[in-house]
């Protein structure tokens, strides 16, 4: 199955996304504000990828001035119902529709992965401005809690591709590779949230790896799952562990024009 089958099969979940799947902690903007090395308010910021919006209201929240880039109709229509006034810009990060150091900051919250880095990352350092950044983050389960990681074993017995796309550990290497002038940041911020069995399922449903497959194929899957975290979770509320994982990177200066 190609790779764009995975990204676009976010469309046809994505209300269940906006509803199930987890936003990011206080302490990952934090993070962010540490590594950008100024105040985030004020700033402006690029979304892309940004889905139905989860880390485009985050960083309104801190006073960024973002504009959202996504390229699914799906994704794209939750954004807007949820944030209406926030602009929106149909595109992709491999071709992005703004002018040369535009932008202090561009953001990619569980999307790098459905980049070509190769394009991506010389349109990233394009649009930012001298002293802005590109940061990438994705919320992963946290493997070094038990059932988490049993949880992850077998949906990856079941389903070969879950989990497929975590390019967390080497992502910074590959890019300086790419841009050997870059000096990647890292951080990563535990966190949990606690919610109904219902919504852990419908989490893990709206994960590409389920989402592309008939629902046939990915009943046994879910019920299975939801046998055993309810004998886990007995009152029916369950606390869901992650790291986010950040990288960050500063544009470099070598690449400053006059």
């Known amino acids: 199955m190609r790779t764009s089958d995975f990204a676009t099969s976010f469309n046809a979940v994505a209300a269940e996304y906006a509803a199930a799947r987890p936003d990011y902690p206080p302490a990952l903007y934090d993070a962010l504000e540490e ?4 105040p985030l308010a004020d700033a402006h910021a690029l979304d892309v990828g940004a889905g139905t919006g989860k880390a485009t209201r985050g960083l309104s929240e801190r006073g960024v ?3 959202a880039v996504e390229p699914g109709e799906g994704m794209a229509a939750q954004l807007a119902t949820a944030s209406p006034g926030v602009p929106l810009v149909r595109a992709v990060g491999d071709a992005l529709p703004f002018a040369d150091g535009s932008a202090d900051l561009i953001t990619y919250a569980q999307a790098w992965h459905w980049t070509r880095p190769e394009a991506a990352l010389p349109e990233a350092l394009r649009v930012l401005r001298p002293e802005g950044g590109l940061a990438l983050w994705w919320n992963t389960n946290d493997r070094s809690v038990g059932w988490i990681d049993e949880q992850v074993t077998r949906l990856r017995r079941r389903l070969p591709q879950h989990g497929a796309h975590d390019v967390t ?3 910074g290497r590959h890019l300086a590779a790419l841009e050997p002038a870059l000096r990647p940041l890292y951080r990563e911020v535990a966190w949990s949230r606690t919610v109904p069995i219902a919504t852990h399922l419908a989490n893990l449903a709206t994960h590409s790896q389920f989402a592309v497959l008939d629902q046939a194929e990915t009943r046994p899957v879910l019920a299975e799952e939801e046998a055993i975290v309810g004998e886990l979770f007995p ?3 369950v606390e869901e562990p992650y790291i986010v994982r950040l990288t960050y990177l500063p544009r470099p200066n070598a690449l400053t024009t006059d």
């Open 35 to 38: 590594c950008f090395g100024r």
């Open 65 to 67: 001035r973002v504009t």
């Open 169 to 171: 550990r080497v992502i």
């Open 235 to 237: 009152d029916g509320l």
